[in-house]
């Protein structure tokens, strides 16, 4: 899994989600419109990335720790992000 987007960030397609949802704010021009990438953000890590990434853990064992290791949460290097 470290090949292509995926070397960037483990949570390639979640970190495309808040970036529709902020051009979605940016287009539309209200700041009533700038909370939802944010909460969007929490909302899915605490009810889709965590506990995906403990089934994955449970799965996977060592070859996810080195993935773990390797690339960064949201994006970047790791080191450069969140932990994975």
């Known amino acids: ?32 419109a700038w909370p939802v990438p944010p909460l969007f953000v929490l909302v899915i890590a605490l009810l889709q990335i965590i506990p995906e990434k403990q089934a994955l853990s449970r799965l996977f064992g060592a070859q996810r720790l ?11 290097r790791r080191g450069a992000g969140v932990n994975a």
């Open 1 to 32: 899994m470290i090949d292509a987007v995926f070397r960037i960030s483990c949570n390639a397609m979640y970190l495309g989600l808040p970036l529709l949802l902020i051009g979605w704010a940016r287009w539309l021009g209200r700041a009533s």
């Open 66 to 76: 080195v993935y773990r290791q390797s690339v960064a949460c949201w994006i970047g």
